[in-house]
């Protein structure tokens, strides 16, 4: 088995209110919540996310969960897609809106040390951990960022970032061939995985896309490291909503033995 190394480090998390500070729409479903008014000692990892109560009464009744993009000076990003209920109530809050917060929960990803060479794979909003972990990159590393979208406008939730950093290297893909490559964010991982030699492999993103990944990290056998995001209850454990199977025939808790979890421990083949 490959070693791991990501941290497990669900530290100081706890239910407080913030506020919204703004909602940024980038497409029809796509926004980015901005969120303040966090602890003073809130201090989230890359890979980490907050669980938000979206409305104040019974419905939606559970909490969502979602990846902080970035924390800068007590202020939180959160890049979101609408697809039911709960992200939908989130893109119509107001500046001033209080959203119930539960939070930083969850594994996070492996710090990028400069003597680093990672390839990420992201897709859609699960672009969002991954580009936390790019801000973290020590200087003197290098991150080749694979990043498929469905369409050139989505790229908007990566623009802020884009050149910033030195280690960082784009590579686009698109669905319907708008932006970059046309195709899959794994067609460009995989041609360079033969061009290049890497350290760690990254991924968050649909299932289909990180299985893909998987299949790769294995035939290479480079440490793998994925972003779980499934549907979650509880977020803390307790309900079992969020349990998927390892290698090992047993089952894991995406909440709290994750998200980012050990890829190569990961049963990808679901029936
Ligand atoms: C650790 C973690 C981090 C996440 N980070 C982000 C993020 O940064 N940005 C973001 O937009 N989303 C993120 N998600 C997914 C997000 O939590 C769900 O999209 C959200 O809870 C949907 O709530 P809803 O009420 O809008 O939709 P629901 O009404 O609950 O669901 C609408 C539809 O979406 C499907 N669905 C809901 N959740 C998921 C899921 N996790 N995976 C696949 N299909 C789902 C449902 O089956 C249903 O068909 C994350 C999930 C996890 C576990
Ligand atoms: S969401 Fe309840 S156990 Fe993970």
Known sequence: MI???????????????????????????????????????????????????????????????????????GTAAILIREVGAGSRILHHLQPGDEVDTLGPLGTTFPKIGKDDSVLMVGGGV???????????????????????????????????????????????????????????????????????????????GPWVMMAKTARLAIQKEIPFFASLEVQMGCGLGACLACVYESTEGDFIRSCIDGPVVDGHNVVWERV
Do not use: W
């Open 3 to 73: 070693a791991t190394e990501h941290r497990h480090c669900q530290k100081n998390a706890r239910v407080f209110k913030t506020r919204v500070e703004s909602v940024n729409t980038l497409t029809d479903d796509l926004f980015i919540l901005y969120l303040s008014g966090f602890p003073n000692d809130f201090d989230p990892e890359p890979g980490m996310f907050l669980h938000l109560k979206v409305a104040p009464d019974e419905h939606p009744l559970l909490r969502r969960p979602f990846s902080i993009q970035s924390y800068n000076d």
């Open 126 to 204: 699960g672009v969002a951990p991954l580009i936390a972990c790019c801000h973290e990159a020590d200087a003197g590393a290098r991150v080749d960022f694979c990043f498929g979208v469905r369409s050139e406008n989505e790229v908007q939730g990566v623009e802020p970032f884009m050149g910033e950093r030195g280690p960082v290297h784009i590579h686009l893909s698109s669905d319907d061939g708008s932006v970059g490559y046309q195709g899959f964010c794994t067609d460009i991982a995989s041609r360079l995985l033969e061009e290049r030699s890497y350290t760690k492999i990254f991924t968050c």
